[in-house]
């Protein structure tokens, strides 16, 4: 499979720059009349926003048990800047931070995350495009940091990273692009027990079926890396002196459906499948199914957004309970959210928000509910 894989990575990148030339030297001069309208047309568009929010969240730490409830406080701000393509370079930047502070958590109080992504790209003809993206990024929140069910490690951690994707993108039919991706990232932990480093390819091919279906499919392979982990046995004990890795494979079918022809109702469906192994016993290994569901409806100054998610995650080797012949460890994933937003202003919009999350595992320790409402205002500028 890794050699399928990396076999076709090659095969896009040189038929993508074999193509170059030859695209360099047939590509058609643009109409006159659409040339003046695009050198017409702003060089750069930017936008700011700012939301603040209030509610409530009835389970901090994904327990299941003790449950830690708080009213909260959820603040944020984005800023993007998009220099269009109108000549052979284009450039974007964003940058987004969000905070949370819980009124009565205990364990953890408040969370904070934050990104920051830049891409900047280059067009060799109107249907190849090479661009890099980077990326870097802050977590302090609550996380579910658990490599195994067998311990529950839900707590408030802060991780840093930074991550680079060089793409090579290719519209080599009207209605069909085919994407080479090669990414590497750094990830640290404050404790540092999970710092690690991060190799990925991916391989992404999309087509419009018409003018309100496109279909995307893509493969990964991602190596991660750690500094100081070890494998496990079997039976889960720590091996001194052995140094832990992981491959994940991973695969997703998309599929984006504008339902009707006002394009009011537009819908997204994802089927996702991720295999997770070590490098050592196997003590890590699982499988993980995943479908997502994605519905939206505009009209007017309203948006109501509506999504659900079901998967299941099935271990190898890691069992459940005490004795012979125990059952491997499982569990089901479910959520929802519900957004609905409501145009003031040309500036102002009022907004409301629900999230259901539900775990089910074999394992009671692993299992937990929880729901979140917000209730808040955003404000927007753009040029």
Do not use: C
């Amino acid at each position: 499979m890794i050699i399928f894989s990396r076999l076709l990575l090659w095969v896009a990148g040189a038929a993508s720059l074999w193509s170059i030339p030859l695209a360099l030297k047939g590509a058609a001069p643009l109409q006159p009349e659409l040339a003046a309208f695009l050198a017409a047309q702003p060089k750069w568009t930017s936008s700011v926003s700012a939301q603040a929010a209030y509610g409530y969240k009835d389970n901090l730490l994904l327990s299941a048990a003790g449950e830690e409830r708080s009213a909260l406080a959820r603040g944020s701000v984005e800023v993007f800047l998009l220099r269009m393509a109108g000549s052979r370079f284009d450039y974007s930047f964003y940058a987004q931070a969000e905070g949370t502070r819980y009124f009565k958590g205990d364990a953890v109080d408040q969370d904070a995350t934050a990104w920051l992504m830049t891409e900047a790209g280059v067009h060799f003809t109107d249907t190849l495009k090479l661009s890099l993206p980077l990326t870097g990024y802050f977590f302090d929140q609550v996380f579910d940091a658990s490599e195994t069910e067998l311990r529950r490690d839900v707590a408030a951690l802060k991780v840093s990273g930074l991550m680079v994707a060089p793409t090579l993108r290719w519209d080599f039919l009207a209605n069909t692009w085919l994407e080479a991706q090669v990414g590497g990232e750094r990830k640290l932990y404050q404790d540092r027990v999970n710092d690690s480093t991060i190799g990925d390819a991916t391989l992404r091919l999309g087509s419009k079926l018409g003018q309100r279906v496109e279909v995307r499919i893509s493969a990964s392979e991602r190596r991660r890396k750690f500094d100081e982990r070890a494998q496990y046995s079997l039976a889960g004990r720590e091996l001194v002196g052995t140094e832990l890795k992981v491959r994940e494979r991973e695969g997703e079918l998309r599929l984006d459906w504008t339902i009707d022809q006002d394009g009011k109702w537009k819908s997204t469906t994802r089927l996702g499948w991720l295999r997770y192994a070590d490098n050592g016993s196997g003590y890590f290994d699982y499988s993980q199914k995943r479908i997502v569901q994605e519905l939206d409806w505009t009209t007017g100054d309203w948006l109501l957004r509506l999504s659900g998610t079901a998967g299941r995650i099935d271990f190898n080797v890691q069992t459940v309970g005490v004795g012979v012949d125990l059952p491997f460890r499982l569990s089901d994933d479910y959520a929802a959210e519900l957004k609905v937003e409501r145009k003031l202003s040309e500036r102002w919009t009022a907004l409301a928000a629900y999230t259901w999350e539900r775990r089910r595992s074999n394992d009671p320790i692993s299992s937990y509910r929880m729901n979140e409402g917000l209730l808040g205002a955003r404000w927007s500028w753009e040029r």
